[in-house]
């Protein structure tokens, strides 16, 4: 999901967490900003950052309206983070704002196919027959979850991905499936790993802001 080489690149975290992907990127030679709703998160980021001689400029605030001026970076990941906790038709468009031409923006996060196999009332794990609307999927309510609340999630069908990125200005260069390594066992976040195997469980999108 990362360039091997970094060195020199202005890049942006959109919902860091604790920082191990802003880590990552600066230890490939990236001047690294995160940004994150959760203080306690910055927190534990800028902690470890300073345990692991990291330099990361960290901000506290939604990415879906980061204080930055446009055009400042020239790549932009969500590991999670905005990918699934923000509005794709808030985070996205400010994605493309902050991006210089040609910059790149890349995602990880729940499949679209896994989103509408949870079931409803948030047992787990999750199932292997289709629980919800797919064509409705957007914002999911996981605050009276059965066994594991949350918060609020979102995610689109494949479709409306493609027409988001489309209609934002951002050129799709790649989309991954991600598939669970045959030795792979347990559970994860309520996903069994036969599932995983079965089924894709997380879905990558690399896309890149159009320079006309």
């Known amino acids: ?46 902690r470890l950052a300073g345990e692991h001689g990291v330099e990361l400029t960290l901000l506290h605030g939604n990415a879906e309206e980061v204080p930055a001026p446009d055009a400042s970076f020239d790549f932009a990941i969500s590991e999670y983070g905005a990918a699934l906790w923000c509005d794709p038709y808030r985070w996205v468009p400010e994605a493309h704002r902050l991006l210089r031409p040609g910059g790149q923006l890349v995602t990880l996060s729940n499949s679209s196919l896994l989103q509408v196999c949870y079931p409803r009332d948030g047992s787990l794990p999750v199932s292997d027959r289709l629980a919800g609307d797919y ?4 914002r999911s309510d996981w ?56 089924f894709p469980s997380e879905q990558v999108w690399k896309v890149r802001k159009r320079t006309g």
């Open 135 to 138: 064509f409705s999927l957007y």
């Open 1 to 46: 999901m990362l360039p091997a080489d970094m060195s020199g690149m202005a890049v942006i975290e959109l919902g860091c967490g604790t920082g191990y992907v802003s880590g990552w990127m600066a230890r490939r030679g990236a001047t690294v900003v995160g940004i994150d709703l959760s203080a306690r998160q910055l927190d534990t980021a800028a």
């Open 143 to 198: 605050s009276d979850a059965k066994d594991d609340p949350g918060g609020i999630e979102f995610g689109l069908p494949i479709s409306s991905w493609f027409r988001l990125f489309d209609d934002t200005g951002f050129d799709i260069v790649g989309f991954l499936e991600i598939q669970a390594p045959p030795d792979a066992e347990g559970e994860q976040f309520g996903v069994p790993a036969d599932w995983a195997r079965r």
